[in-house]
């Protein structure tokens, strides 16, 4: 069995940062894509950024210059960097990532259970 487990979600006035941690546990034998999303109430979930095993990174429009994405291979960890945080960033914010099994030697498509991240004004 594996998990997607977020961190670091919290309450921020506007102007500020957070950073969020995604940590990847169980019988792993590799990871492809990592990325993070979110979803503001009444909202569709949508992509803030992307990051494949060798590095390259895909960010939203709206997020790129305040966003940093990034990951550690072999804590198999995703982070996402948050500045100059508005109220319009307010959302649960989900870890995805595709994964290979070890067990089953299948590829997954696997989804933390999500962080709040609520930006006051």
């Known amino acids: 069995q594996v998990q997607l487990v977020e961190s670091g979600g919290g309450l921020v006035q506007a102007g500020g940062s957070l950073r969020l941690s995604c940590a990847a546990s169980g019988s792993i034998f590799s990871i492809n894509d990592m990325g993070w999303y979110r979803q503001a109430p009444g909202k569709q979930r949508e992509l803030v950024a992307a990051?494949?095993?060798?590095?390259?990174?895909n960010y939203s429009d709206s997020m790129k210059g305040r966003f940093t994405i990034s990951r550690d291979n072999a804590k198999n960890t995703v982070y996402l960097r948050m500045n100059s945080l508005k109220p319009e960033d307010t959302a649960v914010y989900y870890c995805?990532?595709?994964?290979?099994?070890?067990?089953?030697?299948?590829?997954?498509?696997?989804w933390g259970p999500g962080t709040q991240v609520t930006v006051s004004s």
């Open positions: 995805n990532a595709q994964l290979l099994e070890a067990m089953s030697v299948q590829w997954l498509d696997v």
């Open positions: 990051i494949t095993s060798g590095g390259n990174i």
